[in-house]
C-alpha cells in the first residue's frame, strides 16, 4: 500500500483557537464519583509534538446537560518518552479536570455521550486524508438487582474504565505487543476491544483500502510474512507481527467496555495511534522477556502473556516473575531494564508499597528480589497481595476480577522496547445457599405468615442475617421489607402488606457475608387466594415428594385432572385421571422447591400445596 501524505493548511475553525494545524492525533475522555456523588471529567488530549503547542485555556466536553468546563493540569502531561536521553519527543499528552458536577436523570437505553471534538487531525499512513477529531465516551443507565430500580445518574453509581498506559504505541518489525492498561475502579468487568475512530457524532473516520476499524495494522494484505492483527479482549494485551511496514503514524482506537451484573455500564474510547518505526532507525534490540514459572505455582493458569489465578477471603497470592533481557548495549554492555506495574490495586508510582494504589488497600506489592527495579541480564521481582472481603465490589454477586499490568522496559535508544504479562486475579466470596422460604398463612387483608429453613452451609458459616424483600405487586420493583438477624429465629408475621404481592428471601452469611442468590419468588395471590387449607378430600403421599407423587381418594368420583402449578401460577404438568380405582400416580421432574397441586372434578376444584425434594 502506498504512503499517503496530507498537508493540513489554512486555519482551523474550532473551539481551541489556537490549536490551528495543530496536528491533534487523539485522546480520551472518562470520570470519577467524589464522596458526595457528583462527578469529575477529565478530558486528555494527544497531539504531534511538532504542531503548534496546546493552549491553557478551558476546554469544554459536551454532555447530556450542556458544556462541561474542564481547566488544564500542567504537571499531569508531558510526552511520551521512555526516559532515553536521545528520546525525541513525538507524542505529547495534555491533561484538563472538571471541577466537581452533579448529574441528574436517568440515561437512556443508548446511554449519555460526552464529548470533544476539534477541526484538525495528523495525516495517517492507514487513513484517506485530514479528519476532524471526535473523542467520546458513553455512561449507560444501571438497573439495581435487587430492588429492580434503575438508578438515577444523581447517585454516581459509576466510576468509568480508564487507561494507565502512559507511553507511545511504537511498533516495529517482527512480533511485537502493547497494552492500553484498562483499569476499573469499582472492579467491574473490562472488555477492551478495537473501535471506531470517529471524525464528528456517529461518523467514523475513513481507512485506506486494506485497513479497517478491526484491522488498522499493517497485516497479510501488504506482505504476506505480516500476522494477524489479535487483541484479547480481556487482558486488553494487543498483538503485531509486521515487516517491512512503511514507518509512519496508523490511526487507531480501543473501547473499554465495563459491565456490571451483566449489564454494560459504561464506555470509554481512546484514539491513540501507532508510530510504526523501521529497525534500521531502531536497531536489532529484542523485547525484554517477562514469565511466570507455572511448574512452580500449578494453581496459575497461563494463556499467551496472560496468567489468571482464583481466590476466596484472606488467601495469599504470592509467586516470582524473572524478567531477562540479554541485549547489549553502544558500549557492549548488558542493557539496563527496569519494572513496574499498573493496576486498581498496586501503586503504580512505587509498586513496593501496601498503600497508594487507585482502588484503596491493601495493595499488592511487586518487590526487587535484590536492589532496585532496574537490573542487567536476570532479575526476579516477587509479586504479593493477600485478598479480602472488602475488595468484593459492592452490589456484585460472584467474583469480582482485578487485573494486574507487569511491564519490563529496557532503555535502549533511540526507542525503547517493552515486555510484559498481565495477571488476573478472581476473587471468589464465600456464599451460602438461599433460604427455602414458605408462606404459611395469611388473608387478602395484608396479613402474612412466613417460615423458611436454615441451609447446611450456613450452620458452619459466619451469619449476618435473613432479609426478606417483597413488592406491591407482580411485575412492581422489590425492595427490603424486613431483616431478622437471629439465625434461630425462621418466621415472620407482618401486618399491612399489599395483596397480591411477590416475596423472596436471601441470606447474608459466609466469610464475606455475601449475600445469597435468592429464594424462590412467591405470589401471595396464587398461595392465599388459590389454595384450599381448609378441607381437602385426598391423601397425598409421599411429602415431600421425589420423583413421583400419589393421590388416593374413596370420597369423589369423576375427576377429570390434576394441574401442577409454581407460586407465581405457571403451569407446569397437567395429569389425566380416571376414577376407577380411586389410586393415582403423578410422575415429577421439577426443581425442588414448593408448589400448587390443582385437582379439577366435574363440579369441584380443591388446591393445595405440595413440596418437591
Known amino acids: 500500500m502506498r504512503k499517503i501524505v496530507l498537508l493540513i493548511l489554512g486555519l482551523c475553525l474550532g473551539t481551541l483557537g489556537s490549536l490551528q494545524a495543530s496536528h491533534i492525533v487523539g485522546g480520551e475522555i ?128 459509576d466510576n468509568s474504565p480508564e487507561f494507565g498506559q502512559k507511553e507511545e504505541m511504537v511498533v516495529y518489525e517482527g512480533y511485537f ?30 481507512f485506506s483500502a486494506g485497513y479497517s476499524t478491526q484491522s488498522p495494522f499493517p ?35 480501543v473501547v473499554a467496555k465495563s459491565y456490571r451484573n451483566n449489564q454494560l455500564i459504561a464506555e470509554v474510547f481512546r484514539e491513540l495511534p501507532t508510530r510504526f518505526v523501521s529497525n534500521s532507525i531502531a536497531g536489532y534490540n529484542n523485547t525484554p522477556q517477562v514469565a511466570i514459572d507455572t511448574a512452580l505455582y500449578p494453581k496459575l493458569r497461563r494463556q499467551g502473556t496472560t496468567y489468571r489465578i482464583a481466590a476466596r477471603n484472606f488467601d495469599t497470592i504470592d509467586f516470582d516473575i524473572v524478567a531477562q533481557d540479554l541485549d547489549l548495549d553502544s ?74 499490568y507487569i511491564e519490563v522496559s529496557d532503555q535502549a535508544c533511540p526507542y525503547s522496547k517493552t515486555g510484559g504479562i498481565t495477571i488476573l486475579v478472581d476473587l471468589y466470596p464465600t456464599q451460602s445457599q438461599a433460604p427455602f422460604l414458605s408462606i404459611t398463612g395469611g ?3 395484608g396479613d402474612i405468615d412466613f417460615t423458611w429453613t436454615k441451609t447446611q452451609a450456613q450452620e458452619s458459616s459466619p451469619f449476618d442475617q435473613y432479609i426478606l424483600y ?29 395483596f397480591p404481592a411477590e416475596y423472596y428471601m436471601v441470606q447474608v452469611a459466609g466469610s464475606c457475608e455475601d449475600p445469597s442468590s435468592h429464594s424462590d419468588t412467591l405470589n401471595s395471590d396464587v398461595i392465599l387466594s388459590m389454595a384450599n387449607a381448609q378441607y381437602f378430600p385426598f391423601e397425598i403421599y409421599p411429602q415431600p415428594a421425589k420423583s413421583s407423587l400419589s393421590i388416593r381418594s374413596s370420597a369423589i368420583s369423576q375427576l377429570k385432572e390434576a394441574v401442577l402449578y409454581d407460586l407465581k401460577g405457571a403451569e407446569l404438568a397437567r395429569y389425566n385421571l380416571k376414577a376407577a380405582s380411586g389410586t393415582w400416580e403423578l410422575s415429577l421432574n421439577q426443581k425442588p422447591g414448593m408448589y400448587l397441586l390443582s385437582i379439577e372434578g366435574e363440579s369441584q376444584t380443591f388446591r393445595k400445596r405440595i413440596i418437591i425434594q
Not at 487513513?127 to 438515577?152: E, H, K
Not at 472492579?187 to 473501535?195: G, T
Not at 494484505?221 to 494485551?237: A, D, F, Q, R
Not at 532496585?372 to 479480602?388: H, I, L, S
Request: hydrophobic letters at 35%.
Open 30 to 157: 472518562f470520570w470519577k464519583c467524589t464522596p458526595n456523588n457528583q462527578y469529575i471529567f477529565t478530558l486528555v488530549i494527544y497531539h504531534d509534538c511538532s504542531g503548534a503547542a496546546l493552549p491553557a485555556g478551558n476546554q469544554f466536553i459536551n454532555g447530556p446537560n450542556g458544556n462541561i468546563v474542564c481547566s488544564q493540569v500542567a504537571a499531569l502531561g508531558g510526552p511520551y518518552t521512555n526516559g532515553c536521553s536521545n528520546y525525541g519527543c513525538s507524542v505529547q499528552r495534555a491533561v484538563y479536570i472538571s471541577s466537581p458536577i452533579s448529574l441528574n436523570g436517568t440515561p437512556p437505553a443508548t446511554g449519555w455521550e460526552f464529548s470533544w471534538s476539534n477541526c484538525c487531525k495528523y495525516a495517517y499512513e492507514n487513513a484517506l486524508g485530514a479528519n476532524a477529531t471526535y473523542l467520546r465516551s458513553v455512561m449507560y443507565p444501571y438497573q439495581d438487582p435487587n430492588s429492580g430500580i434503575t438508578l438515577n445518574a444523581s447517585s454516581c453509581y
Open 177 to 206: 505487543e502493547f497494552n492500553h492498561l484498562a483499569m476499573d475502579q469499582d472492579q467491574d468487568s473490562v472488555v477492551v476491544e478495537f473501535a471506531d475512530v470517529f471524525m464528528a457524532s456517529n461518523t467514523p473516520a475513513a
Open 219 to 253: 497485516d497479510s494484505t501488504e506482505n504476506p510474512l505480516n500476522g494477524p492483527v489479535v487483541i484479547e479482549p480481556h487482558s486488553g494485551n494487543i498483538k503485531i507481527e509486521t515487516y517491512g511496514a512503511t514507518p509512519g503514524f496508523y490511526q487507531n482506537a
Open 331 to 404: 558500549s557492549g554492555t548488558f542493557q539496563v531494564f527496569c519494572a513496574n506495574a499498573t493496576g486498581t490495586k498496586i501503586n503504580s508510582n512505587n509498586p513496593t508499597l501496601t498503600t497508594g494504589c487507585p482502588a484503596g488497600g491493601p495493595c499488592a506489592t511487586l518487590l526487587p528480589a535484590s536492589g532496585g527495579m532496574c537490573g542487567t541480564v536476570v532479575k526476579v521481582f516477587n509479586f504479593n497481595w493477600v485478598a479480602q472481603c472488602q475488595m468484593l465490589s459492592a452490589g456484585l454477586r460472584g467474583r469480582t476480577t482485578y487485573a494486574f
Open 443 to 445: 388473608n387478602v387483608n
Open 470 to 498: 417483597g413488592n406491591t405487586g407482580p411485575g412492581t420493583p422489590f425492595s427490603a421489607i424486613d431483616s431478622i438477624s437471629d439465625r434461630n429465629n425462621l418466621s415472620l408475621s407482618l401486618n399491612g402488606q399489599a
